[in-house]
């Protein structure tokens, strides 16, 4: 799979930790940055995690602030993007299997590399299960029609 992954400066030492751990897994992860720990805007990151998702360059979007919750937020803005802010790996499991989430926002400073880890583990190996969440998701893309 091909994954996009982007953060903040809060989140550099995080991104480069599931950078690794999902090339060890034989995905193929581009890199928006920031590999620096200079003070930045995590909308940057966000925009550029969820427009090439929307864009299909990647086929999921991992976007790491300090919370998780502003970078979340602003890839939520972008249109085609369902993101999922997670603190632990049930939300991130049903997300993708209710929710059809593309995109999974956590915070660098809120849960740690092994429990990241597993949260990742379940947003990237869990497929959409379809079926009646179909027709739900179709209504979230109604609304954003709509707006
Ligand atoms: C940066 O200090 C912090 O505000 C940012 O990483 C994030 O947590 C925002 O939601």
Redesign the pocket.
């Known amino acids: 799979m091909r994954i996009v992954i982007g953060n903040?400066?809060?989140?550099v030492e995080m991104k480069q930790c599931i950078k690794e751990y999902l090339e060890g897994q034989g995905h193929e992860v581009i890199n928006v940055g920031t590999d620096s720990s200079e003070?930045v805007d995590?909308p940057v990151f966000g925009e550029k995690v969820a427009r090439a998702v929307v864009a299909k360059e990647a086929d999921r979007g991992i976007a790491i602030?300090?919370?998780?919750?502003?970078?979340?937020?602003v890839c939520n803005k972008v249109r085609g993007v369902r993101c999922v802010t997670c603190s632990e790996p049930y939300s991130a499991r049903y997300a993708r299997l209710h929710n059809n989430a593309n995109v999974l926002s956590f915070?660098?400073?809120v849960v740690g590399q092994e429990l990241a880890k597993m949260i990742v583990d379940e947003f990237i190996g869990t497929e959409f299960e379809g079926g009646r969440h179909e027709r739900r998701v179709n209504m979230i893309l109604g609304l954003e029609e709509r707006f």
């Open positions: 903040d400066h809060t989140a003070s995590y602030c300090g919370t998780g919750v502003g970078i979340g937020i915070g660098a400073r």
